[in-house]
């Protein structure tokens, strides 16, 4: 270590010592990569690195180029100063200078050298004069730069271009080519209809004629290489509609399929095995007849069983792709006993694919095997793989339960078997089963009884026994062992070895046990009063209000039947765990198998015998009250309206003062609790906003303003993530996600320039398939001027399509604009409007002012129109700092000590439209520390509209009151023709505080 | 895309580490350690695929092989084929071994640039730019001649009497 650190030193001294050989400064250079290759930050001799690229000889050159490329990312600042040199080298009539160039840039140009570059890089890719080992570098480079900005390749002028290169006869040059062409069709596959024959022309000439020169030959196998790429930028293409040409590429897909066999050689085996695969993915696409893609699943078969591991992993790994193709699925079945012996594999790569294959294959008909071999396989399965394993158990055995007790018994000895690994989703779920099923509870009450006699268990299982015989155990008093003193022992016993998450629930189950004992039985009733008592001064919150809670209600004798009496039903939700997975598997992309899942119908078995939650209400939610509303904010991460809704519980606290009613109503909360938590947050919020519309008495008319919820709700698929969070987060931030649902996710990203914004909306299809009929409409209010570039009809595969988005500001309003979007997945055709975060905040640009130009501005602004003030009631009460980043968010510069009260903000921002060009806007806001929820807020700008505008949007962001957007305080000016403007109904509708304030 | 190529020895030292997205240095590192990590526990006569999700992020692939004391790692997106992958890797041992007779740890540690230039002619900012051995070597020999002719750098010869000699 200390010899590297003086080599260091050593380094700093030589390299920036004048007068070094070529070959000395190679030498350290070289010794300087090194040494930053193991581990030790280089951070000296960049400048020297890029003045050396403008050296006239080879070797200082290279070393240039070398560091340069090697130390040095896109963004760097010093590579600015070297694009000229670099283009220079590339224009230049130098061979070797043009191939240092081109690797350079090839490896870190960034947007700046895409943009100076492209044409002259294109020049080169095309140039007859050049040498392929020019050229071949000149196609990847140009690939680099097009990845960097996509405009730098002008398409219309370069289809034909392209085309030709694939016409070329130097394998490397068309190798580079087709790489090429893949990241171009990837993009835009319509353009490049025209390279798609000549794809089929290559394959046609490697593949069928063998025409290529002996050193591409790799095994004998004709570039492998290129084949797999041809075959990869096929499948960019929807279809193929030219009868010849789809004919001949059958003919040398089956030659493949057909031709390839299990050698000796490895490498020519991979080699020739490479191409298959692609071939079996590309005869996927194409949707092949039935006959072709039977016979691909007999060689998947042939392949999941031979020797080469290699082999058995893409054949696993292929044959879940092929779940997603029609009519195979019972030919794949064949392969089940060969797939389960795959999950005893030695190769831990392959026991994952077998598993997922496992999982992707399973329905109805064989869920029990499946799901049986699966828990099999758990104890023996290795540490790495069984929180997946006891997932994917859980999952299948509850979309594929051919009857309920089953279902329970699969999810216990999940359990038992990896308790560690089943998160609490999975036992509040066989909950809900065994407590909405009636001919089910004493079953599982037996059955839970049963593991409390082992030995040892896991706390989950404590957790799931205590809850189902507190439940239930009463169904089972006849039987031997299971009185319930007894039932009470076995479940105190476990008591010293839980944790505090785990105490309620067993004092729950206390306080249920005492209640069903008919007649009382005094000795246990003291043995579990004695408990209570002990717990009334644990340090646990949650703990000491339950042992209170209890010790008081049990004492009231035969009130407390009503109180304790069994859980309602719970209203049909969708399984958390199965909604996980699908994200899960989202994100993870590739796993087709999942999607298939999403679509199947789960068994019928699992149907909720209770509808109730079909039309009306749901019943128990309502009924909860506010104690439901504090646990179930924490899913949905708002902190706030926690304390507020802790701030109730208060009062609730102290029983004894409290009609009989109120504390039913509270305790039913209480147990629910834990359970709420793992309802979806936006199932779970939604029959709260109804109920805050109908109470706050907004008319139902602001619903239909609220345009994001018909989009929303109509559809029969669900988005993903909460429209509106995301909707108020892109009004504070750039780029994100604008909506994402199982199919689609549209992304955006903004660039805002005075009255000028710049969006590009990322419209990226996640499935394998491809998405049609895509429809997007922008709805502009009439302030702003939008024009959306074309979208495509049909999104590829896994393709994502970029749509760039002009905006222009024109007036001064609080309008938003809509993006109506439609797209058709397989039968379902789903739309949904959209806000687009063009809001007037966006078309703000920061400004500070100094004391000496605000004051006379403010005093020249005087009074109305120009200058605005009111007073505002029921703001959400923030702390001033966080009020001056909320204000900071929209842009609005806070200017510290222009007002010398500590309590009062001041802000100053321009505003930019059309009509009032750049527009200073001052702001004051003064605050009353003794009550958070008033202020008074005083705008001005030298333009009417906007001071009304700005004021009114302000109010908006701190109100926190649900108020009707016509509403009595009419507005002065009138916004020209409101289009929509959903931003306060909906605003206050998700918004938690007010959502509360509307419930009181 | 290609993400990254590796050489680790068994040691877990790195013998070659080409990243095509900028990574910082300690990042680099951590990548190196925790490929090394799960390569050293495979058992041998299993694939040469590796899970390589939770090290590099979602949707991505890792192909090995390995060489007597040297690992060759190549890791890429769902863009590439697997297979394909480990032709390259071939691809790169086979011009390798063109290159130094019989090539060792020792040649690669030594020859550092060396390596950097015959890789740099197969993988060009995550792509592959050239599948024929012959025609790496062919490029790689012109390189050579350039630096040569102004220096006398030679190759680092193995044998102690080639030393002596030189």
């Not at chain 1, 809900?432 to 001919?439: G, I, K, L, M």
């Not at chain 2, 997106?77 to 032709?87: I, K, R, S």
């Amino acid at each position: 270590m200390k010899r590297l650190g003086r080599a260091v030193v050593m380094e700093i001294f030589c390299f920036l010592k004048q007068g070094l050989t070529p070959y000395e400064k190679k030498k350290y250079v070289w010794k300087m990569l090194y040494i930053y290759m193991l581990g030790y930050d280089v951070d000296f001799g960049h400048m020297e690195a890029v003045s050396l690229i403008s050296a006239p000889k080879y070797p200082e050159k290279q070393v240039g180029y070398i560091v340069t490329s090697s130390l040095l990312n896109e963004n760097h600042d010093f590579l600015r100063l070297a694009i000229n040199t670099v283009r220079n080298d590339i224009i230049g009539r130098n061979e070797t200078f043009q191939c240092l160039a081109l690797t350079m840039v090839g490896n870190i140009g960034g947007r700046e050298f895409a943009e100076s570059l492209a044409a002259d890089v294109q020049k080169l890719l095309i140039s007859s004069s050049c040498r392929p080992l020019v050229r071949k570098k000149a196609a990847l480079c140009l690939l680099r730069l097009y990845r960097k900005n996509p405009d730098v390749v002008n398409i219309d002028g370069w289809v034909d271009r392209m085309a030709q290169l694939l016409d070329e006869r130097d394998i490397g040059v068309l190798t580079s080519s087709m790489s090429l062409l893949v990241a171009l069709v990837s993009n835009n596959h319509e353009a490049y209809w025209s390279c798609l024959p000549k794809c089929v022309k290559v394959l046609e000439r490697l593949a069928r004629n063998q025409d290529i020169p002996q050193e591409y030959t790799y095994y004998g196998i004709p570039s492998p290489w290129l084949q797999v790429k041809a075959m990869r930028a096929l499948q960019y293409f929807p279809t193929i509609e030219d009868p010849n040409c789809r004919r001949s590429l059958f003919e040398v897909l089956q030659r493949i399929l057909m031709g390839t066999d299990v050698v000796k050689n490895v490498n020519k085996n991979n080699a020739a095995h490479a191409v298959l695969f692609e071939a079996l993915a590309l005869v996927m696409h194409l949707d092949a007849e039935k006959e072709m893609m039977s016979q691909c699943v007999a060689l998947l078969g042939k392949f999941i069983a031979v020797r080469e591991p290699n082999i058995r992993y893409l054949g696993l790994e292929n044959m879940t792709r092929m779940l997603m193709v029609t009519d195979v699925q019972d030919s794949i079945k064949r392969h089940q006993a060969q797939i389960i012996t795959s999950l005893k594999d030695p190769d831990i790569s392959i026991r994952r694919r077998a598993l997922d294959l496992l999982y992707g294959m399973c329905d109805i008909s064989n869920a029990k095997d499946i799901v049986e071999e699966l828990l099999q396989y758990l104890s023996t399965a290795d540490f790495a793989m069984r929180e997946e394993l006891s997932l994917k158990a859980a999952i299948l055995a509850e979309k594929f339960a051919p009857d309920l007790s089953w279902y329970v018994d699969v999810i216990l000895q999940l359990i038992d078997k990896a308790g560690d690994f089943v998160s609490d989703d999975i036992w509040f779920r066989v909950v809900q089963f065994v407590t909405n099923n009636e001919d089910l509870q004493p079953y599982a009450a037996a059955k839970a009884r049963e593991y409390l006699d082992k030995p040892a268990i896991h706390e989950t299982m404590v957790k799931v026994s205590a809850y189902l015989l507190g439940e239930f155990s009463h169904l089972l008093a006849r039987r031997p062992g299971c009185s319930p003193k007894e039932i009470f022992i076995i479940i105190h016993e476990k008591l010293p070895t839980v944790s505090t998450s785990t105490i309620p629930i067993l004092l729950s189950t206390y306080a249920k046990i005492l209640m069903h004992t008919q007649p009382p039985d005094p000795e246990l009733q003291n043995q579990i009063w004695t408990i209570f008592n002990k717990y009334e001064s644990c340090i646990d919150a949650e703990i000491q209000q339950r042992a209170v809670e209890y010790f008081a209600l049990s004492r009231k004798g035969a009130a407390v039947m009503d109180i304790l009496a069994e859980m309602p039903k719970f209203p049909e939700r969708q399984s958390a765990l199965i909604k996980k997975a699908e994200v899960a598997e989202v994100d993870s992309a590739d796993q087709s198998a999942i999607k298939l899942r999403a679509q199947q119908q789960t068994s019928n078995a699992l149907v909720v015998t209770d509808q109730h939650s079909a039309n009306g209400p749901p019943p128990t939610v309502p009924a909860v009250g506010p104690l439901t509303l504090v646990k179930v904010p924490s899913t949905s991460g708002n902190a706030e309206h926690t304390s507020e809704g802790q701030a109730l519980t208060q009062p609730n606290g102290t029983l004894t003062k409290i009609d009989p009613q109120t504390p039913s109503e509270d305790l039913l909360g209480d147990l629910l609790g834990p359970l709420a938590i793992e309802g979806p947050p936006g199932a779970a919020v939604q029959p709260q906003q109804n109920a805050v519309s109908e109470v706050g008495g907004v008319p139902s008319a602001v619903d239909g303003a609220a345009i994001v919820p018909v989009g929303e709700y109509s559809n029969s698929v669900q988005p993903i993530g909460n429209i509106n969070e995301r909707f108020y987060a892109l009004c504070l931030k750039d780029s994100g996600v604008l909506y994402e649902d199982p199919y689609i996710q549209i992304g955006i990203k903004a660039e805002w320039r005075a009255q000028h914004g710049h969006l590009v909306l990322f419209l990226g299809n996640k499935n394998t398939s491809p998405l049609d009929s895509v429809q997007a409409l922008v709805l502009p209010p009439a302030h702003l001027k939008m024009e959306l570039s074309l979208v495509p009809e049909t999104i590829p595969p896994r393709a994502q399509v970029q749509c760039p988005l002009e905006v222009l500001n024109l007036r001064p309003s609080r309008d938003v604009a809509v993006l109506d979007f439609s797209y058709k997945f397989g039968a379902n055709m789903v739309n949904v409007k959209l806000r687009l975060p063009a809001v007037l905040n966006k078309f703000l640009q920061p400004i500070s002012v100094s004391a000496e130009e605000f004051f006379p501005q403010w005093r020249s602004l005087s009074g109305p129109p120009l200058k605005l003030q009111e007073v505002v009631r029921g703001v959400r009460p923030l702390p001033l700092t966080e009020m001056a980043n909320l204000f900071n968010s929209f842009r609005l510069m806070i200017c510290p000590g222009l007002d010398p009260n500590p309590n009062n903000l001041v802000a100053s921002t321009t505003f930019y439209s059309e009509s009032t060009r750049a527009m200073l806007c001052l702001i004051r806001i003064e605050t009353d520390p003794a009550d958070r929820t008033q202020l008074r807020m005083t705008v001005a700008s030298g333009d009417p509209m906007l001071t009304f505008e700005l004021k009114e949007f302000m109010k908006e962001q701190l109100v926190s009151i649900p108020t009707a957007p016509h509403g009595p305080t009419a507005p002065p000016t009138p916004p020209v023709a409101q289009v929509a403007q959903p931003t306060s109904p909906v605003k206050a509708l998700t918004d938690p505080g007010a959502m509360l304030a509307g419930l009181l | 895309m290609i993400k990254a190529v590796m050489v680790i020895n068994t040691q877990g030292k790195p013998r070659l580490a080409k990243f095509y997205d900028f990574l910082t240095v300690d990042k680099q590192q951590e990548l190196i350690r925790s490929v090394f990590g799960v390569l050293c526990s495979r058992a041998e006569n299993v694939s040469n695929f590796m899970e390589a999700d939770s090290i590099f992020g979602p949707d991505s692939r890792l192909v090995y092989k390995h060489y007597a004391t040297l690992y060759f790692v190549f890791v890429f997106d769902t863009c590439e084929n697997e297979l394909a992958v480990l032709d390259l890797i071939q691809v790169f041992v086979e011009t390798l071994d063109k290159c130094f007779r019989n090539v060792c740890e020792l040649d690669i540690v030594f020859n550092y640039s060396k390596l950097h230039t015959i890789l740099d002619e197969i993988v060009f900012g995550g792509q592959v730019l050239e599948t024929s051995s012959a025609e790496i070597m062919k490029a790689v020999e012109e390189i050579s001649k350039l630096e040569a002719s102004s220096n006398s750098i030679t190759l680092v010869p193995k044998t102690v009497s080639g030393w002596r000699n030189r």
